[in-house]
């Protein structure tokens, strides 16, 4: 007699089956929204269009442009947290004409030892969305430049009127 092999199906259990719930911690969901937010931001900085060059002068502003001097100029190096140099020109503009001057923006020569141009860079001094320069003032400004070039000579650099708006 052959013996038949005993099957057994299992009965359904009366208690319930705990459910699989991810729990994930705060920290994590905070982190992974920051960064989502961080990505979505570089992305938008990347993206943006660049600002338009300004204007070139017009005729009346180049014919002004002898009433418009910049004086006075004052170097300063500093060292920041992180241990970069920062290097810092003050001077003065000055309005020695009868037109109120709206925007001025300078093109700046860098030389190394050798008289070498090593960087040229712009910035504005009078800015669109700042105060206008009256006529016959004089106002104190500072430009301000993260990186200066290593081989600089220390010297002041030569400025270069790039674009002036006059009322």
């Known amino acids: 007699m052959a013996e038949e092999p005993i099957h ?3 009965t359904p259990s009366s208690e319930p089956q705990p459910s699989k719930k991810i729990s994930l911690p705060v920290p994590v969901l905070a982190g992974g ?3 989502v937010l961080v ?3 570089l ?3 990347v993206r943006r269009p660049p600002a338009p060059p300004p204007p070139p002068p017009s005729e009346e502003s180049l014919a002004y442009l002898p009433n418009v001097t910049i004086s006075d100029f004052q170097l ?3 060292d920041n947290m992180v241990g ?5 020109l003050d001077g003065n ?3 020695n004409g009868n037109r109120t001057v709206r925007y001025l923006r300078v093109r700046l020569y860098f030389y190394d030892t050798l008289s070498q141009l090593i960087l040229r860079v712009e910035r504005d001094i009078i800015t669109a969305d700042g105060a206008p320069l009256a006529p016959g003032e004089t106002r104190g400004f500072q430009l301000r430049f993260d990186r200066p070039p290593a081989p600089w000579n220390l010297q002041p650099p030569q400025f270069q009127l790039v674009s002036l708006e006059i009322e």
């Open 39 to 41: 990505l979505v931001g």
């Open 8 to 10: 057994v199906e299992p």
């Open 93 to 95: 503009v000055n309005n």
């Open 76 to 78: 300063s190096i500093a």
């Open 33 to 35: 929204v920051f960064g």
């Open 43 to 45: 992305f938008w900085l």
């Open 84 to 88: 970069s140099v920062i290097l810092y």
